[in-house]
């Protein structure tokens, strides 16, 4: 198993640009999740996903958007880059234990974001 | 709102025991978890409480007193690698649905 996997690991854009950040699971986990992570900070939670087709806003949404078309990906887009979206981008997934999972939540190695 | 409260930073010596407190106010609760994040790196599970008392797993225990709203996070015979933030997270309702909301992290510096 790759566990979670995310790309591009660096990405540099100018204000006012769009990039989509890649993330994809082969552990056939139905929770997925994104959060930001600012230096000295915790993890904020930017948009959640409980199944194929469900997404759900979190802490921090503003500036993001995201997709569930399959179980394996959870892509996250930002539209309109601006230097406030710099920051390193960890997506996560896991199975709860009502569904044969442990609850354990299992991290992407982050994709690093740099607005100018 | 939910909040969760920890040390920013703590610095112990090899071979000696730290303990790294968390309290949380939140609404409902359904687990503590204590995750380790190397600089740099992705956050990695560590533990898990979801009633009270001791959970020791090799050199790391973790301690939970819900009605407390109150954590820690034991390490003992501390090594270099042990040089890490230590990341508190609450999932604050009783559903298995409800993401879970994190403290900011506990630097911890282990010195020779």
């Known amino acids: 198993n790759a566990g979670v996997t995310q790309t591009p690991k660096f990405r540099i854009l100018k204000i006012g640009q769009s990039m989509t950040l890649q993330c994809t699971q082969d552990?056939?986990?139905?929770?997925m999740y994104w959060y930001r992570q600012d230096p000295g900070m915790g993890l904020k939670l930017i948009y959640y996903?409980?199944?194929?087709?469900?997404?759900d806003k979190g802490e921090v949404p503003n500036g993001y958007n995201v997709s569930r078309s399959t179980t394996e990906d959870f892509p996250l887009r930002l539209e309109l880059a601006a230097p406030s979206q710099t920051s390193v981008y960890f997506c996560?997934?896991?199975?709860?234990?009502?569904?044969?999972?442990?609850?354990?939540?299992?991290f992407g190695p982050g994709t690093r974001l740099t607005v100018l | 709102g939910q909040n969760i409260d920890q040390p920013t930073e703590m610095t112990a010596t090899e071979g000696a025991i730290v303990q790294i407190n968390c309290t949380y106010q939140?609404?409902?609760?359904?687990?503590l978890f204590w995750y380790q994040q190397h600089a740099g790196e992705a956050p990695t599970f560590l533990s898990y409480?979801?009633?009270?008392g001791l959970e020791e797993k090799g050199r790391f225990s973790s301690f939970l007193s819900r009605s407390k709203g109150y954590s820690y996070l034991l390490l003992k015979e501390l090594q270099m690698k042990d040089s890490a933030s230590y990341l508190c997270?609450?999932?604050?309702?009783?559903?298995?649905?409800?993401?879970?909301?994190f403290g900011k992290g506990t630097r911890l510096s282990v010195i020779a």
């Open positions: 409480n979801v009633l009270d």
């Open positions: 552990m056939n986990h139905n929770y």
């Open positions: 996903s409980v199944g194929a087709g469900i997404t």
């Open positions: 939140t609404s409902g609760f359904n687990g």
């Open positions: 997270a609450v999932r604050p309702r009783n559903s298995g649905n409800t993401p879970l909301v």
């Open positions: 996560a997934s896991r199975q709860p234990r009502g569904q044969g999972g442990n609850n354990e939540q299992f």
